[in-house]
């Protein structure tokens, strides 16, 4: 793996060849990109749906119709599509959860441990509910595991597509968004391009080092 | 370079080595990590303050300070710090200079090619603008930085400490963001772990794959 060449070449895919699978061993590092992404106070504020079927791509293709319908092949003919969605809240016994799996993975070594951790993590939560910004927040979060999906498909030699063109009403009532508390953030496709795929021939373009970059 | 390996064991660092310095071209790598994230219509909406200099994270520490003091320390022992930022808008002689950009790096093959990708472009910021949630798009599309630049630097061999606990207003007046039409997103401390690192020592803590994945 040559990150450099990676991060030069890799490219926003446009066409999938649907006859390519990402073999499973490879899905599952995908899915441990997702899972062992950073979030703020070990929040991991996000729920993650997993569309290998041609069902289940469907379903989230009902979300690319009208002016999204640009991206309704590239759900429809990905190997595997991924619903990245953000908690709209994070209720007491939310983290009640995290403090009872972080002691469970042996991140305490007394009670005050534990006290500790899950009061400074619920002085950030009650930080953001004062700002009433709890689910921008989250979202933000869920971003930083886009982050590592993209870049661990890149490693990994898979195409992707990241996608927030999509219905977010229509993909919220197709999942039963809504009631488990939870808003779409982007879709990922994820596979292997086709030849149709004119991204793939053209060159990357950046803003210069100069642009965005200021040393202080 | 084991993917899943670097996933499972990068942590959040506590305490710096002030010390060890990350090499030059280690450092070029991360930023180019930066600077080819993907984004949104790429556009890009970004500008990113890097301190190598003890004047420099003494700028950067001024905003970790009160309730945020405990931060302090890792931005100044620190080899690099970065804070990331996004702007605020994104006018059309802004979406003029990506259309320039696009065509130097030779993505148009004619003059209609680049109409459409212009048009495209503005019309997802258009929605935004409508939608009045530009800047916390912009923010997000950060968010995907910042998870290029924490995964390559576990690639790299370098430790990393993300962080929301700064005083965004303090921030901003030090680096003259507001004139410069950009709001932090987060601060990024990267270097090399002290013995004092407690967090090295612990294991990682993540929900069960049942809790945050659904297959469909």
Do not use: C
Not at 15 to 26: N, T
Not at 97 to 119: N, S
Not at 130 to 135: I, K, L, P, Y
């Amino acid at each position: 793996m040559d990150l450099l060449h990676t991060l030069k070449h890799r490219h926003t895919t446009k066409a999938y060849d649907s006859e390519r699978k990402i073999p499973a061993p490879v899905v599952a590092q995908l899915l441990e990109a997702l899972r062992y992404s950073p979030s703020s106070v070990n929040s991991q504020p996000w729920h993650f749906f997993v569309a290998d079927t041609a069902e289940g791509k469907a379903r989230i293709a009902k979300s690319t119709s009208g002016t999204f319908a640009f991206n309704a092949p590239r759900v429809l003919n990905a190997s595997h599509v991924i619903v990245l969605s953000a908690r709209n809240t994070l209720p007491p016994e939310y983290l009640q959860t995290l403090a009872d799996q972080e002691q469970a993975d042996g991140r305490y070594a007394d009670a005050d441990a534990r006290a500790l951790a899950h009061k400074g993590r619920s002085g950030f939560v009650g930080l953001h509910e004062q700002a009433g910004d709890v689910a921008t927040w989250t979202q933000k979060q869920t971003y930083i595991a886009q982050g590592f999906l993209l870049l661990s498909a890149a490693l990994l030699g898979v195409d992707a597509t990241p996608m927030e063109g999509f219905d977010a009403a229509i993909l919220s009532k197709e999942l039963g968004l809504a009631e488990k508390d939870l808003s779409p953030a982007v879709i990922v496709a994820l596979g292997y391009h086709s030849d149709a795929d004119f991204n793939a021939k053209l060159p990357k373009s950046r803003l210069p080092e100069k642009a965005i970059f200021s040393h202080i």
